[in-house]
């Protein structure tokens, strides 16, 4: 008995010590190293017209300076469409999965829909294979106006995905992919990436992917480990360094709730436009109403009306609503319950109610919905100190340090604690 017992144990440590060899072996994958990244950027064919062609196409789609962001189950063509009513003068659809969209057509049937009216348009793509992302393009591009490569994703779907913010390490493909796409297609191809922990890094990066074929660059200017509770200020100095650098036009992403906000951006990094997301979701008028806070139960029926002209399905219509009402439920969660289980009609009902609760309420009450964080805010403090950011910052480093040494276990964990599914359109599609 003993003898079974002594066995059993070795054999259990036999199978733990394979398990952390695996892990450890993944987690040491040989990164390419900085003088090579130099070497790939210095050894690249450059096309000389491409600059003057980035900046006639730039102009010819009317020289935007207020763009809508891709974003996953969000920025669908209802949504669009609304913005494009309030002054938006550019938008990009969902980001599209590439192999997805190529092998299935009813995913390209319902996640790529669009009109008449909905241009300007730049249709997003993810993935890192350069011929199935430049025939996915070639699926859609007489549709649009221009394809855009994800290269700013975050999440962990990302990373098990091989897309996103995870390829901006692989410089060599990221050159092949926009090379092939921008010498294939008969649209012009735009990049959107986040910015690497060094800035020397972020500014060969940026010139790699000009030099590749890139006609605009848009820059969020966060590192992929800012996200969450974790999200910290945008680094609008670095954006200013990559606008200096480059010669085609450059859009500033990140940090953008209020109007205010748009005009601070353009003096403090100079690019040629704004591209604006999450402050987007919480106030679909921004380019135009400096808040939502009076205006919400309006935004929320004219999306009603839209999403039920332009065919939104119900979830979509749920999440925007629940966004956009976000302070007003916070506070009436009864409201909130019934938003999430039900139809567009119920949405309306909502809407009426808490128009009534919303006349009806007290000084003291309007209060209480000013001191609710906006759907934008909600992993943000209302006030935050110079020493509180900083400290934010450092965490966020220290965690993409251990993040990179222990890269495998996180790995491990992420896929089974993930919650991120938003931003994966395998799941959106089936849920």
């Not at 950027?41 to 891709?70: C, N, T």
């Not at 436009?273 to 029926?301: Q, Y």
């Amino acid at each position: 008995v003993h003898g079974d017992r002594f066995n059993r144990i070795i054999e259990v440590v036999l199978v733990y010590m394979l398990f952390c060899r695996q892990f450890s072996s993944r987690a040491k994958k040989p990164t390419m190293s900085l003088k090579v990244k130099h070497s790939i950027v210095d050894q690249m064919p450059k096309r000389a017209d491409h600059i003057e062609k980035a900046w006639e196409f730039y102009r010819k789609i009317g020289s935007p300076k207020l763009v809508v962001a891709p974003m996953v189950d969000q920025s669908e063509l209802a949504f669009r469409m609304q913005t494009r009513k309030h002054k938006a003068e550019l938008c990009y659809t969902p980001m599209l999965h590439a192999g997805l969209f190529v092998r299935d057509h009813n995913y390209r049937k319902t996640q790529f829909t669009t009109c008449t009216e909905d241009r300007p348009l730049v249709a997003q793509f993810c993935g890192h294979d350069p011929d199935l992302l430049t025939q996915a393009a070639s699926l859609l591009q007489t549709q649009c106006d221009a394809v855009d490569i994800n290269l700013g994703c975050p999440q962990g779907i990302a990373k098990r995905g091989r897309y996103g913010s995870f390829l901006l390490e692989e410089w060599e493909l990221l050159h092949q992919i926009v090379w092939k796409m921008s010498h294939t297609l008969d649209v012009p191809v735009t990049c959107k990436i986040r910015v690497l922990p060094d800035d020397e890094d972020t500014l060969k990066l940026a010139k790699m992917l000009q030099d590749s074929g890139c006609s605009i660059l848009t820059v969020h200017g966060r590192t992929k480990e800012m996200k969450k509770q974790l999200v910290g200020p945008v680094n609008y100095d670095i954006i200013k360094k990559i606008k200096q650098h480059l010669k085609i036009p450059v859009l500033s992403n990140g940090g953008i709730e209020t109007i205010n906000d748009i005009k601070q951006c353009l003096d403090d990094t100079g690019c040629d436009g704004v591209m604006v997301s999450e402050g987007l979701l919480s106030n679909p008028w921004l380019f135009e109403v400096p808040e939502n806070a009076s205006h919400a139960c309006k935004i929320a029926r004219e999306y009603i009306e839209l999403g039920q002209k332009y065919g939104a399905e119900n979830s979509q219509f749920r999440g925007h609503i629940m966004k956009i009402l976000f302070q007003l439920v916070s506070v009436h969660t009864d409201a909130r319950e019934m938003i999430a289980s039900g139809d567009p009609s119920t949405f309306l009902s909502v809407i009426e109610l808490l128009e009534k609760r919303h006349q009806e309420s007290s000084t003291e009450s309007m209060k209480v919905y000013q001191n609710v964080p906006t759907w934008y805010n909600r992993y943000r403090k209302e006030v935050e100190s110079e020493e509180e950011k900083q400290k934010k910052q450092l965490k966020a480093v220290r965690e993409a340090d251990r993040y990179k040494d222990e890269g495998a276990v996180f790995d491990a964990v992420t896929s089974i604690f993930d919650n991120d599914w938003e931003c994966c359109p395998e799941v959106s599609a089936a849920s």
